[in-house]
């Protein structure tokens, strides 16, 4: 159970025909209740500027504030590959540049992979540079947020024959380039399990369907703020929490909280007389500082 899940473990999942669950994640303890849950991977998604920043769409982010939330994220695992997202325009301007950002995410944030968009024609120079780089790569297809402008909004892909084709060419591209695993992203179901079955490294998919090797949803998704038709509520825990916030302010107004078990007891008499050094000593040694 503790041992560590690399991309060569991954990838041997799909050859015995295993599945591979994967969840984004942002910050350190929901990381580290994910990594404790047995999960196998965890995407430091660049969807972070919309749930967890408020953002219109994942285009703002920076470099800067991806390792922000790398480095939170890294701490809380001992156990999943993380896998960092590369924010728009950190790989797009040239290879070196792309390099030198995935290699922060890996030197400095701790990832263990990088993450990036789009098909070979158009990121074929960065992903080659990084992978040689020795720097584990996942590819993205299918609908690919950084490209919401260029696709006209977020919108299933490959739903014609032209585009479904273009789909599975881009993917076995990806495989050829070095990519390790591929994520395919709202698409239809037949396509990516004929993708899936197509190539030797895993697919992830996010409203893909159950034909992929993997899964992956945005964490917010599956606890209760997630409005897309794919995304499942396992626990609503959005719910729970908003009753947990009314219960608090309802108790501190109506003067029940804090109770007498939350506070602390009055202070000890002093002593009439000076205390010596043997009774600061004596009150050091006695004291239970499990209440403090």
Not at 15 to 44: C, F, H, N, R, W
Not at 74 to 100: K, N
């Amino acid at each position: 159970m503790n041992t560590p899940v690399t991309v060569p473990a991954l990838q041997a999942r799909k050859a015995a025909g295993g599945k591979i669950a994967m969840l984004t994640a942002y910050d350190y303890p929901s990381a580290q209740l994910m990594d404790a849950s047995g999960i196998d991977a965890i995407l430091v998604g660049d969807s972070c500027a919309m749930v967890m920043m408020g953002r219109r769409d994942t285009l703002s982010i920076t470099m800067d504030e991806m390792l922000h939330h790398v480095k939170m994220v890294t701490a809380g695992v001992q156990r999943a590959l993380v896998v960092a997202d590369m924010p728009f325009l950190s790989y797009h301007i040239s290879p070196e540049e792309a390099v030198r950002n995935a290699g922060r995410l890996i030197a400095e944030g701790g990832a263990g992979a990088v993450k990036l968009e789009g098909p070979p024609e158009k990121r074929a120079d960065a992903i080659r540079a990084i992978v040689n780089a020795d720097i584990p790569v996942m590819g993205h297809l299918g609908l690919t947020p950084q490209s919401v402008h260029a696709l006209g909004g977020y919108k299933v892909q490959g739903r014609t024959n032209e585009a479904a084709r273009a789909i599975k060419e881009a993917a076995k591209g990806l495989e050829a380039l070095g990519c390790f695993a591929i994520v395919l992203e709202c698409i239809p179901a037949e396509l990516a399990a004929e993708i899936s079955r197509e190539l030797s490294i895993p697919t992830i998919g996010i409203g893909a369907g159950a034909g992929c090797d993997g899964q992956i949803l945005v964490m917010h998704d599956m606890l209760g703020w997630g409005h897309t038709k794919f995304a499942k509520t396992f626990m609503d825990v959005r719910g729970i929490m908003a009753q947990a916030f009314k219960n608090y302010v309802n108790e501190v107004k109506i003067a029940e909280f804090p109770g007498p078990e939350h506070q602390y007891g009055p202070p000890k008499k002093s002593a009439e007389h000076p205390a010596s050094s043997k009774d600061i000593v004596e009150f050091l040694l006695s004291t239970d500082y499990s209440e403090w």
